[in-house]
C-alpha cells in the first residue's frame, strides 16, 4: 500500500504528453493553451478617451466656466488626427483617440454648449478619463502562458490579440469499461441478482470535464479471457483505459489478472486511501490504464485523484491536481488509522463568512445516494481517530459544472 501523493507522483510520471493541435477560438474554453499568447499590439492602441465629453487642455479649464471653441469632434474609429491648440477643445466618445495637445477628457455632464462653443463647468486635473497608450500591456509581451485552461474570462484577451486559432492540447481519447457480471445498461430493468451500471456514466461524466473524448465499451463480465480480450482492443486506439470493478479480493475480481497475463506494466495496485484502496495504475501498451473500484463513491474519489490528474498531466497543464482549500469542520469525523481518508462533504457559508465543511452521512463507498450532494472531499490524514466538530481540515472541490 502507498500514500497517496506518491501514487500521484508515480501517476505524474507516465503521463506522457499528447501533442498540439489548433482549435478555433470559439472552441478553445476549457481546453488547456500549447502557445504563448502574446500582445500583437499596444493595448490601448492609442491614447483612449474613457468618457464620452470634450478633450481640453487642463491649463485653458483651472477657472471656470470656461469657454472653449470646439475644434472638432473624435469619434470610436473615427479620430481628429490634428493638433489640438490651447483655448480650443474637441467633442469626444468613449473609446476614441485623445488629439495630440489635449490632456485630460472632461465628462459631457459637466459641460454645456453655447452658440457652437463649449462652457466647461469644472477644471479637471491633467490625465482626467484618458487611458494612455500600452498602459494595460505593451506590444510584444507574453500574456497567457502554455497550461493555463482557457476560460470564458480569457477570451477577451485571445480575441483581442488575434488569436482566430488557438494551439491548444490534443484531447485525450478515453475508453471506459465497467466490469461486473452483474451489471446492465442504464436502459435495461435489472432481473434478479442484477444492478445497472453506473460507474461508466459517472467516468465519462467527470472526464469530459477533463476535455476527454470517451468511449464507452460493452459492459464486461468477470472472466479473465473476456478482459484480457477487451482491454487489449481498448488499448490499441485508446489513451487511457478507466475500468471499473474487479480489483479487490474477492473470487471473481479478474482485473488485475487480465493485465498481468497481458503483460501490462503494474506502477502500483492498492493505495492507502479510505475509499478507494484497491486502485489499480497499470501500462498497457501505449494506453495508460486505470483499474478503478467498483463501488460508485470510491470511483468518484479515485477518479479525481488519479485518473483526472493523468488526463491534466497529458494536456501540459500546470494545474494537475485538484486545488486545495482549508474549510472548518462542522461536525465530529471519524479518520482512518492506516489510510488517508478523502469523504464526501457540502460547502457552506456561515453567518460570520466561515467556510464549513458538512461531511455527508456516510453509508460507505456504495452510498451514491448520499454523495450526490458532495460538492467537495474532506482530507484526512492517516492514522486520525476522531476530528473534532470546528477543527481546520484541508478540503478539495469537486469538478463543477457551473
Ligand atoms: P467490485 O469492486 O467489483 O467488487 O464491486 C464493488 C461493488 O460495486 C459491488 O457491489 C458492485 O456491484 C458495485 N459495482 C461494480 N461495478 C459497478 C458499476 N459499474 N456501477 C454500479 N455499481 C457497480
Ligand atoms: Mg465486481
Redesign the pocket.
Known amino acids: 500500500m502507498i500514500p497517496i501523493a506518491e501514487a500521484i507522483e508515480i501517476v505524474l510520471s507516465h503521463a506522457p504528453h499528447l501533442g498540439v493541435e489548433s482549435v478555433q477560438l470559439k472552441n478553445s474554453v476549457g481546453r488547456i493553451l500549447a502557445e504563448d499568447v502574446i500582445a500583437d499590439t499596444d493595448l490601448p492602441p492609442f491614447d483612449r478617451a474613457q468618457m464620452d465629453g470634450y478633450a481640453v487642455r487642463a491649463a485653458d479649464v483651472a477657472n471656470t466656466p470656461a469657454r472653449l471653441r470646439i475644434a472638432g469632434e473624435s469619434a470610436a474609429g473615427a479620430g481628429w488626427h490634428h493638433e489640438m491648440s490651447s483655448g480650443a477643445a474637441v467633442r469626444i466618445m468613449t473609446g476614441a483617440p485623445v488629439p495630440k495637445g489635449a490632456d485630460a477628457v472632461q465628462q459631457v455632464e459637466l459641460t454645456r454648449e453655447v452658440n457652437g462653443d463649449v462652457e466647461i463647468l469644472e477644471s479637471v486635473s491633467s490625465g482626467r478619463s484618458i487611458v494612455r497608450q500600452a498602459s494595460e500591456i505593451k506590444a510584444g509581451e507574453t500574456v497567457l502562458r502554455p497550461g493555463e485552461q482557457i476560460s470564458a474570462a480569457m477570451i477577451a484577451t485571445l480575441a483581442s490579440f488575434g488569436y482566430a486559432e488557438v494551439k491548444v492540447s490534443r484531447r485525450p481519447r478515453v475508453a471506459v469499461m465497467?466490469?461486473?457480471s452483474?451489471?446492465v445498461d442504464v436502459n435495461q430493468k435489472p432481473a434478479r441478482d442484477q444492478?445497472?451500471?453506473?460507474?461508466?456514466y459517472t467516468i465519462e461524466a467527470y472526464a469530459s470535464q477533463s476535455n476527454a473524448i470517451v468511449e464507452r465499451l460493452p459492459?464486461a463480465v468477470?472472466d479473465t479471457e473476456e478482459l484480457k480480450r477487451a482491454m487489449r482492443e481498448a488499448a490499441e486506439t485508446c489513451d487511457v483505459l478507466i475500468t471499473?470493478?474487479?480489483?479487490?479480493m474477492?473470487v471473481?475480481?479478474f482485473t488485475k489478472a487480465a493485465l498481468k497475463e497481458l503483460g501490462a506494466e503494474i506502477f502500483f495496485e492498492r493505495v492507502a486511501l479510505r475509499p478507494g484502496k484497491?486502485t489499480v495504475f497499470a501500462r498497457l501498451g501505449n494506453a495508460l490504464v486505470f483499474g478503478l473500484?467498483?463501488?460508485?463513491v470510491?470511483?468518484a474519489v479515485t477518479f479525481n485523484l488519479f485518473a483526472r490528474t493523468a488526463l491534466r498531466a497529458m494536456q501540459g497543464a500546470t494545474q494537475t491536481t485538484l486545488s486545495e482549500e482549508h474549510a472548518v469542520l462542522a461536525r465530529d469525523l471519524k479518520g482512518s488509522i492506516d489510510r488517508e481518508s478523502y469523504l464526501p462533504a457540502v460547502l457552506r457559508t456561515d453567518e460570520k463568512g466561515v467556510l464549513l465543511a458538512e461531511p455527508l452521512k456516510w453509508g460507505g463507498s456504495?452510498d451514491?445516494i448520499s454523495f450526490a450532494k458532495a460538492t467537495a472531499l474532506i482530507n484526512i490524514p492517516a492514522g486520525a481517530k476522531t476530528i473534532e466538530a470546528g477543527s481546520r481540515v484541508k478540503i478539495v472541490r469537486l469538478p463543477a459544472n457551473s
Open positions: 465497467a466490469t461486473g452483474e451489471l444492478i445497472r451500471d453506473s460507474n461508466n459492459l468477470d471499473s470493478g474487479g480489483v479487490s474477492g471473481y475480481d484497491p473500484p467498483g463501488n460508485p470510491s470511483v456504495s451514491f
